[in-house]
């Protein structure tokens, strides 16, 4: 038998030999060990640490490492970067990896301004196999690639990242769904179709609703969304209502005790500062109540005197391009020439009525003459005076000067500055022809036209026309916008006599492409890289709708100079401005311009016949006028739910001069009436 010390040494030179077998043994029978970086959470870190971890890194986490680094250059805006990192990655991916890939794919894409691209990376994405963090990002990504545009997979998609977010993301993302809501017309509204489950887009949508019949009082408002959060308790904007909506209903109306109306009483503008008072007076004193609901505008509409074609009101500018608008025949007005009085037999649709304001017995309207004395001198006078609201200055300069001053009165301007400023305190509405070119720019979208042509005079009113009209319509997801300038009435009537015509094509427009914003919501960033102008391919012929800025006159010239070049198969649909609707078009006139389809505000559409009745009567048929008169009308509408515009996002009013929507600086923009020729009539488009 062995001595027991002897066993014991054998043993201990044993064991080491036995822990080292066991351990090689247990290596041989493992794979390649998994990486233990969490690829599927946050990235928190910067791209130079990532970086220096796929150096370092070994195989089994140098993957993993790199897609944390592109998602990392991702979220700094650094693409080229990221997509070479892209570039290197293996072609063998675990499944985790490959659905990590493809979000950073899609983000990639996104980034770039590739929608197609990052829609197609995002269609290929299993979301079940996605983490939380991972899913909050995907409806992100589906949130950017819907570019801001109201729709029904928009709201899903909010929808469905909405229970994935805490803290101030959520909240954000409960705004946001929101704001998509109110930036849907009740027409688009209305015509969503959702799937029986969907209860909660069901319950967003009749908060709409709620809303929308409710928000002119603010009581009414609370008690409306109140049984709202009753029959929807399960509603995330029940919980936590939406942050624009919950001022809404603790909203106070702003004072209209005393109104400051700030008008050039004096000199070339004196003609329309007349005809914006008497629209404020009449409203004031209720002539939006006694008005009778709006029926067929024939009846409303006298019939145009014979003598008007010799006789019509010199076109009126309102100009925006310098301070003083001006009376001329030659000037480009700015919001629109006098229009015909419609004949009998043209039934033209009544439209919604503009909402009907109380009359204020107890408002005090001191009117104050701007030609007379410095802006300055006026406002503060109105602020010695306690006025509570100012509606003015009408001139450019003055606008300026006012909305520089810093004054803590509420300012509806009535014009728009070179260069616009948001304060919380000021709102702009001017008739202007680049309302127009925006409208036009929606109503030829809206028909399916895709490629625009733009006939306008070589003047820098063409200019301004040609660039709000360009700029719409890149905002629509246009491309490109062709431009063709004409000179004066004498170089129509020779291109007519020699037999050139006018060819439908042009110059593409060149300008800025709109920056895009950056995304930074549940923990992703999307910075929004720099766009650098790029020069419109040119036309390859196609041009399928033409929208032409010109007088009368210039119209009678130019529609039949188009069907000289144009066959009538082509079937190019043409659209016009209310410019060339003046006083004195005859039945001829309107038979030539069959199918011509032009823009007009509502009040002489027929959106109010007895108010149009009284204000043709008082400015003796001169519609260019009644315009402006309108205008003024709109003012005392707009002075009486300032808080609202300013303040209350998706809010809107049907007034005598349009549709009137606010953006976010409180610029009052219009969506006009169209009117189409057809067989000698005049019918609302279709």
Partial sequence: MLPSKMVRRKAGRLLPAL????ILAACSSQGPQTSNVNIQGPATARSDYYLQQVQQSDDNSKTDWQLLAIRAL????????AAQQMSQLPQQLSDVQQQESLLLSAQLQTGQQNTAGAQQALSQIKLENLSQDQQARFYTLQIAAAQGKPSLPLLRAYIAQEPLLRGA???????????????????DAGNIVINANENVLQGWLDLLNVWRANNQDAQMLKAAVKDWQTRYPYNPGAKTLPSALNQAQNMTKASTSTIALLLPLNGQAQLFANAIQKGFNDAKNGALISAPQPQSVAAAQPAAAPSDAG?????ISYSGNSDSPVVSPSAAPVDATAPAAAPASQPVAAQSAAPQVAPAGNAQIKVYDTSSQPIAQVMQQAQQDGATIVVGPLLKSDVSTVVNSQTPLNILALNEPEQIQNHPNVCYFALSPEDEARDAAHHMWDQGKRSPLLLVPRSNFGDRVVNAFAQEWQSLGGGSVLQQRFGSAAELKQGINSGAGISLSGTPVNIAPAQPQGISIAGMNIPAPQVEPVAAAASSGNVDGVYIVSTQAELELIKPMIAMRTSSRNNIALYASSRSFQAGAGPDFRLEMDGLQFSDIPL????????????????????????????????WTLANHFNQMRQTPG??????????TATSDCVINRKLSWNQYRQGEIVPAS
Avoid: C
């Fill in 19 to 22: 822990l080292a077998g066991l």
């Fill in 74 to 81: 991702l979220n700094e805006g650094k693409y080229p970067q």
């Fill in 169 to 187: 993301d959520h909240q954000k993302n409960i705004d946001a769904t929101w704001q998509t809501l109110t930036q849907m017309s009740p027409q």
């Fill in 311 to 315: 006789t019509a009101a010199q076109p």
């Fill in 604 to 635: 002489l559409s027929g959106a109010n016949p007895a108010l149009m009745q009284q204000a043709v009567k008082s400015f003796n048929n001169d519609y260019s006028l009644v315009r402006l008169y309108a205008m003024g009308v709109d003012a």
């Fill in 651 to 660: 809010y809107s009013l049907n007034g005598n001069t349009g549709t009137l």
